[in-house]
């Protein structure tokens, strides 16, 4: 599977983003393979080598499950119709998503909280941020964030990543050429001839003591990630309900002919209940 012939280290590969970062290039990375192959650790390398050329340390600690901290450190907080930047990173930061899944699934396209946040990655090239986001299936992000990502980084294997860049052709519809590639790898068994092919990098496992230390904050923030997302789908389903309860009572006060059976039969709830949202006891 290993050709040396395409083998790049992974510091070569750092200081090509950070070239294309100082360049004024906005830079994200989507790391895809089987769960346990090691896409954490490849990121977690690839961000402490990068950090020898930005200058900014990197840590553990950088990592995230929640797209509300993700922003945070992009944008700062609005609190009281101010920004408060305290959060924000430092310009030439790097970010580990750790499951972009949670963040940007495919099937949450209408999701607004999604849409945001794909606005602020489009429009955060001045804070020359280096992303990087691990997803099992790298196809299941939305086709709009999917868009975002520079470089697309397949683990096949434990120490083995194959990296794949878009291609620049102003006639591409699909700058991944992914039928084609697809249909490349089944025949060659390897990446090495395939279009969007950029290198491959071999490298190390964690020490003991990197390993520790991202257990440990993995375990912790990801459980606060979890629970913050229950309640923004709680908060947003306590939203939809009020406008609907409040819909049903204006359309049945405007309407007096309009009887519950009839608002009953059109949006699929009982007729006890739509006289009970009309009389304010529900």
């Not at 001045?126 to 691990?134: A, C, F, M």
Request: hydrophobic content about 35%.
């Amino acid at each position: 599977m290993k050709n040396d012939k395409f083998v790049r280290s992974m510091d070569f590969f750092a200081e090509t983003i950070y070239k294309l970062s100082i360049s004024d290039r906005d830079i994200n990375i989507g790391v895809g393979g089987f769960t346990g192959e090691g896409k954490s650790c490849f990121l977690t390398k690839l961000f402490m080598n990068y950090s020898k050329y930005s200058s900014i340390r990197w840590g553990f600690n950088l990592m995230t499950w929640s797209r509300k901290e993700l922003m945070f450190w992009i944008d700062g907080e609005m609190k009281k119709g101010h920004r408060d930047f305290s959060k924000q990173l430092p310009e030439y930061s790097s970010i580990l998503v750790d499951e972009l899944f949670m963040l940007f699934y495919k099937r949450n396209w209408y999701d607004e909280g999604q849409i945001d946040s794909i606005g602020t990655l489009n429009m955060c090239r001045d804070r020359h941020l280096l992303i990087g986001g691990n997803i099992p299936n790298f196809w299941d992000l939305d086709t709009a964030f999917n868009s975002r990502i520079r470089f697309y980084v397949y683990i096949p294997n434990r120490g083995v990543a194959w990296v794949f860049e878009q291609e620049n052709n102003p006639f591409s519809n699909d700058v991944w050429n992914r039928s084609k590639n697809e249909k490349g790898f089944r025949k060659y068994k390897n990446p090495y001839l395939l279009p969007n092919f950029l290198c491959e990098i071999h490298f190390n496992d964690w020490t003991p003591g990197e390993k520790s230390e991202y257990y440990a904050i993995r375990n912790k923030k990801r459980l606060l990630a979890l629970d913050v997302n229950k309640d923004e789908k709680i908060e947003r389903y306590t939203d939809i309900k009020k406008q609907r309860d409040d819909l049903i009572r204006v359309l049945l006060n405007t309407n007096k002919d309009l009887k519950s059976k009839d608002v009953s039969d059109i949006i699929g709830i009982s007729p006890t209940a739509i006289r009970l949202i009309r009389d304010g006891l529900r």
